[in-house]
C-alpha cells in the first residue's frame, strides 16, 4: 500500500508579482473616515504538456516506469483530470477591504468571493484518455462521488470568504507608542519569502488559492481570530505579543483538482486505496476495491494555546542601520499529517498466515510470504501475495485513515534586515533562522504501516531493521504518523533595484530591474536513521519484507531494485527572480513587466510538512509578462514548465500557462 501526504506545497510563481491596488476610495462621514478598495479579476490556467503515464497509476490506466515502478493511486487523480489544452481553473473573483477611522479607533475588513466553471462543473466529470481501467471505459477521478461527497467541489468551484475582520487603537502608555488589534487577522513574523517553513509556518496558508492564476498576497495568509499587541519601548526597542484564540488549518488544493497532491489527505479526500481504483457504476453506486480504506474523524487541534512574542530591536549603530528580531511562538500544525488506525486481525488473515507463518523469523520477505496466492489479484489482473493479501484483506475490512495535527509546536526565531551597497544603488538583504526542539514530521507510509506487521506476529530476519521504530499501537488506535525531532530551518534573501542610471538597465532601454535571490535550507542534527516521508519513499523500505509487502509490486516480484530514501540531514536550494520594468511603453501610459523565475532544489531531501519542501534536483522556470495602466488595469500572462528529479517530481508532466485581468477601483 502507497500513501503519501503533501508536504510543504508553495508555488513559486503564486508568490510574485501580486497585482497592486490603485488608491482606495476615499470617504468622510462625520468624523469617520472610510477607505474603500476593490479589485475585480478573471483568469484562467491550461494545462500545456502531455500527461505522462509513468505519473499516473496502473489502475488509472499508467504504465510501469523505465525501472518498473508503478504511480501511486492514492496521488494522481489530479493529473487524471486534466488534460493536455485543457483548462485547469477559470476564476471570476472579487476581493473587497474597508478600513474605517475615527479618532485614535479603527476597523478593518476583507472579504473574497470567486466563482470557477471549470472547477465547478467540468473537473473530473466525463471520460478521458485516462481512468480506472476497469470501469468499461476511463473514466475521468470526479471531485465527488458516493464516498467523497461534495467538498472538494464545493472548493474548487465556488467561495465566499470573509478574510480580515479586525479592531484597533493606536496609544501612547507612558510616552511610549501602542497598537492593540482584536479580531481576524493575520500577525506575519520573519523574513521569508519565497521559501516557506521558517519563522512564519505558523500562519494557515491558503495554497488553494495560492495556485489559482491572479492570487494576491492578502488572499495567501489566511487570518485567525486573534488579539496583537505593540509598543514601542525606549533605546530603540519594540515588544509585539499575539495571542490567538481559534485555530484554522491551512486550506490545500482540492482533491482531484491539477495541483492537488494527495488524494487521500487533501480537502475534500475521504478515503486510500491500495489494489485499486474506485469508479462509478451509476445509479449514485461507486465500486471500491479490497483494500478500501475510508477517511475517519479528522484529530484537529485545539483552538486554545497559540502564542508568541517578538522583541526588535533597530541598531543604527550597525551597517547604518539593521533591524535584529528575536521570535518566541507556541503554534499547532496547520498543515496536516497522514495516518492509519492498526488493523485487526481476522478470520481471512489468519488462514493466509497458515501460508506466510509469522514465527518464522523475516518471513515477509522470504518466498512463503512473497509468492503470489492462488486466486487473489489486484485491479489490473496483477497477482497478490500471501504477505500482501494478509494485510490487503485487514485494511479493507477494519482500517481508517486518519488525518492529524499536531500540538504544542516551539519555534525559537531569529531575523535581521539591512542594505547592503552591493548591486545598484541599494541591496536590501534579509535572513531569518528558526529553531525548533521538537518538529512533527511526517513518517513513511511503511514506517506507520509496520506497526500492523508487528501487531500480526511477525518479526525482522537476522541482520534486518526493526519494522517499526515506535511504541506498540494496539489494534483500532491510532498510529502515531509523525514523530519529532529538532529541526533548524534557515534563508537568506537580497533583493536589488537598479535604475536607468544602471549600465544594464541603460543597455536594455529599461526604466527598472528588480533582482532577488532566496536561498534556504533545513538541517535535521537527528536525522540519521529516521524514516520521514519524501515524494515516493513508500515505494520501498529500509526493512525487506516492509518493501515486499507495501513497497512497489516490482519489489516483490524482482523486476526493480529501489534504495530506500528517507530526508536527509541537510538539505537546500535557492529561488531567483529578474523583473524588468518599461514605462510609457510605446508613448502610451501602460507599464510593461517582463519577468524570469528560476527555482532549483541543489541538493537532499526535506522532512515535512511544516518545512521547504526541497527535492533533490527538481526544478522549475516561469517566464511573465505584465502590462499595466495606471495601476488600475493589468493583464499578465505566465508560463510555468517543471523539470528535473523525474522520479521524486509530483509535478513533473505539469507544465501550464496562466493569464489574469483585473480591475482595481
Not at 494576491?216 to 519601548?233: R, T, W
Not at 462509478?280 to 487541534?301: E, M, V
Not at 537476522?462 to 525531532?485: L, N
Not at 549600465?503 to 536594455?508: S, Y
Amino acid at each position: 500500500m502507497k500513501f503519501r501526504v503533501p508536504g510543504s506545497m508553495v508555488v513559486l510563481a503564486g508568490l510574485l508579482a501580486f497585482p497592486v491596488g490603485a488608491q482606495a476610495a476615499q470617504i468622510k462621514m462625520g468624523d469617520v473616515d472610510i477607505a474603500i478598495s476593490t479589485t475585480v479579476s478573471a483568469g484562467a490556467s491550461m494545462r500545456v504538456s502531455e500527461q505522462s503515464c509513468e505519473f499516473i497509476s496502473v489502475f488509472n490506466g499508467g504504465c510501469l516506469a523505465p525501472g518498473g515502478t508503478d504511480y501511486d493511486v492514492n496521488s494522481d487523480d489530479g493529473n487524471v483530470n486534466v488534460e493536455r489544452g485543457e483548462f485547469i481553473s477559470t476564476p471570476v473573483k472579487v476581493i473587497s477591504e474597508a478600513d474605517f477611522k475615527w479618532d485614535k479607533y479603527g476597523f478593518f475588513v476583507r472579504g473574497k468571493a470567486f466563482y470557477d466553471y471549470v472547477g465547478d462543473q467540468e473537473l473530473g466529470n466525463g471520460s478521458g484518455k485516462y481512468g480506472p481501467i476497469l470501469a468499461g471505459g476511463s473514466q475521468r477521478r470526479p471531485l465527488e462521488d458516493e464516498f467523497r461527497g461534495d467538498d472538494a467541489r464545493n472548493l474548487q468551484g465556488r467561495s465566499f470568504d470573509l478574510l480580515d475582520a479586525f479592531a484597533y487603537t493606536n496609544f501612547l502608555v507612558a510616552d511610549m507608542p501602542a497598537t492593540v488589534r482584536i479580531g481576524r487577522q493575520a500577525v506575519n513574523w520573519g523574513e521569508s519569502l519565497f521559501i516557506p517553513g521558517g519563522v512564519s509556518a505558523y500562519l494557515p496558508l491558503d495554497v488553494s488559492a495560492l495556485v489559482r492564476p491572479g492570487v494576491e498576497l492578502k488572499e495567501v495568509f489566511l487570518p485567525q481570530n486573534s488579539i496583537f499587541a505593540s509598543i514601542g519601548l525606549p533605546a530603540n526597542l519594540t515588544f509585539e505579543a499575539q495571542y490567538v484564540f481559534e485555530w484554522e488549518e491551512s486550506v490545500l488544493p482540492a482533491c482531484g483538482s491539477f495541483f492537488s497532491p494527495s488524494d487521500a489527505a487533501a480537502a475534500g479526500c475521504r478515503y486510500a486505496l491500495s489494489g485499486g481504483e474506485v469508479y462509478d457504476l451509476g445509479g449514485g453506486q461507486s465500486y471500491s476495491p479490497t483494500a478500501f480504506i475510508p477517511r475517519g474523524r479528522d484529530q484537529r487541534a485545539d483552538d486554545q494555546g497559540q502564542f508568541g512574542f517578538a522583541l526588535r530591536y533597530y541598531a543604527d549603530w550597525l551597517n547604518k542601520g539593521t533591524e535584529l528580531s528575536a521570535y518566541f511562538v507556541n503554534f499547532h500544525s496547520k498543515l496536516p499529517v497522514g495516518t492509519f488506525t492498526a488493523s485487526t486481525p481476522t478470520a481471512t488473515t489468519a488462514a493466509l498466515q497458515a501460508f506466510c507463518n509469522p514465527a518464522v523469523p523475516g518471513a515477509l520477505s522470504s518466498p512463503s510470504c512473497t509468492t503470489a496466492a492462488p486466486g487473489l489479484t489486484d485491479d489490473a489482473g496483477r497477482p497478490v501475495s500471501f504477505g500482501q493479501g494478509i494485510f490487503a484483506e485487514a485494511a479493507g475490512d477494519n482500517k481508517n485513515l486518519i488525518v492529524q495535527y499536531p500540538e504544542d509546536i516551539e519555534m525559537f526565531g531569529w531575523s535581521f534586515n539591512t542594505t547592503i551597497p552591493i548591486i545598484g544603488d541599494a541591496t536590501a538583504l534579509s535572513g531569518e533562522l528558526a529553531y525548533y526542539p521538537d518538529m512533527p514530521f511526517q513518517l513513511d507510509t511503511g514506517e506507520i504501516l509496520g506497526a500492523d506487521i508487528e501487531n500480526f506476529g511477525y518479526t525482522p530476519g537476522p541482520g534486518e531493521p526493526d519494522y517499526y521504530q515506535g511504541p506498540a499501537v494496539a489494534p483500532g488506535s491510532v498510529i502515531p504518523g509523525y514523530r519529532e525531532t529538532e529541526a533548524l530551518h534557515g534563508q537568506i534573501y537580497t533583493l536589488s533595484t537598479l535604475t536607468p542610471s544602471d549600465p544594464i538597465v541603460k543597455a536594455l532601454d529599461g526604466d527598472l530591474l528588480i533582482l532577488v535571490g532566496n536561498v534556504g535550507f533545513q538541517y535535521l542534527p537527528d536525522a540519521s536513521g529516521n524514516r520521514y516521508a519524501i515524494p515516493r519513499s513508500s515505494e520501498t523500505s529500509a526493512n525487506p519484507g516492509t518493501a515486499a509487502t507495501f513497497g512497489d509490486n516490482c519489489i516483490r516480484l524482482g523486476t526493480c531494485t529501489i534504495n530506500p530514501v528517507y530526508a536527509s540531514t541537510f538539505s537546500w536550494g535557492y529561488r531567483l527572480l529578474a523583473q524588468m520594468q518599461y514605462n510609457s511603453v510605446f508613448g502610451t501610459p501602460y507599464t510593461l513587466s517582463p519577468q524570469i523565475i528560476w527555482s532549483h532544489d541543489v541538493s537532499g531531501y526535506s522532512a515535512g510538512p511544516i518545512g521547504p519542501g526541497f527535492v533533490e534536483g527538481k526544478k522549475a522556470v516561469t517566464l511573465g509578462v505584465t502590462a499595466s495602466y495606471l495601476d488600475q488595469y493589468r493583464l499578465s500572462i505566465d508560463y510555468t514548465n517543471n523539470f528535473g528529479a523525474k522520479y521524486r517530481n509530483g509535478s513533473y508532466d505539469k507544465d501550464f500557462v496562466s493569464m489574469t485581468a483585473s480591475y482595481a477601483f
